[in-house]
C-alpha cells in the first residue's frame, strides 16, 4: 500500500458514495434534499480529512499508519451508507 493508491481508493469510495446520493436526489425530486446535503457535505469533510491524513506520512510504521487510514476510511463510508439507506427506506414509506 502506498500513498497514491490509497488516494485513489479514497477518491473512488467517496465519490461513488456521493454520485449515489445524486442518484437518488434524480429519481426522487419530491423528497427532502436537506438530508442528504448533510450526508454530501459530511462525505466531502471524510475526503478532506482522509487525504490530510495520509499527507502526515510517519516515518516508521507506514503499513500500519495505511492499514488504519484504510479501516477508517471503510468504517466511515459505510457509516454514510447506512444513514443514506435510512433515508431511501423512508422515502418508500
Do not use: H, W
Not at 68 to 79: F, P, S, T
Amino acid at each position: 500500500m502506498n500513498l497514491r493508491d490509497f488516494k485513489k481508493d479514497v477518491e473512488y469510495f467517496v465519490g461513488e458514495f456521493v454520485d449515489d446520493c445524486a442518484l437518488f436526489l434524480c429519481l426522487n425530486p419530491s423528497q427532502d434534499t436537506e438530508k442528504i446535503q448533510d450526508i454530501v457535505e459530511e462525505a466531502v469533510d471524510l475526503y478532506n480529512d482522509l487525504k490530510d491524513k495520509a499527507n502526515l506520512l510517519p516515518a516508521e510504521g507506514k503499513r500500519v499508519y495505511f492499514a488504519d487510514l484504510r479501516k477508517e476510511m471503510v468504517e466511515k463510508v459505510d457509516a454514510l451508507y447506512e444513514r443514506l439507506s435510512a433515508i431511501v427506506a423512508a422515502a418508500k414509506k
